[in-house]
Nanobody, 119 residues
């Protein structure tokens, strides 16, 4: 059974940095896309950053401040967040479009991790 486990959220002051991690475990045959979404109170979930074999994409609001990367050997991906702003406060979710061994291609989600940017 495939699971995504997140870590790295917390409370940080404006201008600070955090790194989120998402580890995919289980019998994984291939991973097509890995991304990070976030959802602030009263708002819809939005795509923050994505990484595929073709490259990376970012929401305009985080370009130049956030960086997504992937460590293939461990099926782990990261979101480095720098120069954090109060408006970055949200629950962050990792997501992967992948195929488990003996299964079809599906979407998987992490449990979410709270990021709070406040002085």
């Amino acid at each position: 059974q495939v699971q995504l486990e997140e870590s790295g959220g917390g409370l940080v002051q404006p201008g600070g940095s955090l790194r989120l991690s998402c580890a995919a475990s289980g019998n994984i045959f291939d991973i097509y896309t890995m991304d990070w979404y976030r959802q602030a109170p009263g708002k819809q979930r939005e795509l923050v950053a994505a990484i595929t074999g073709a490259g990376t994409t970012y929401a305009d609001s985080v370009k130049g401040r956030f960086s997504i990367s992937r460590y293939n050997a461990k099926n782990t991906f990261y979101l480095q967040m720098n120069n954090l702003k109060p408006e970055d406060t949200a629950v962050y979710y990792c997501h992967a479009d992948l195929r488990a061994t003996g299964d079809t291609r599906k979407d998987y989600w992490g449990q979410g991790t709270q990021v709070t940017v406040s002085s």
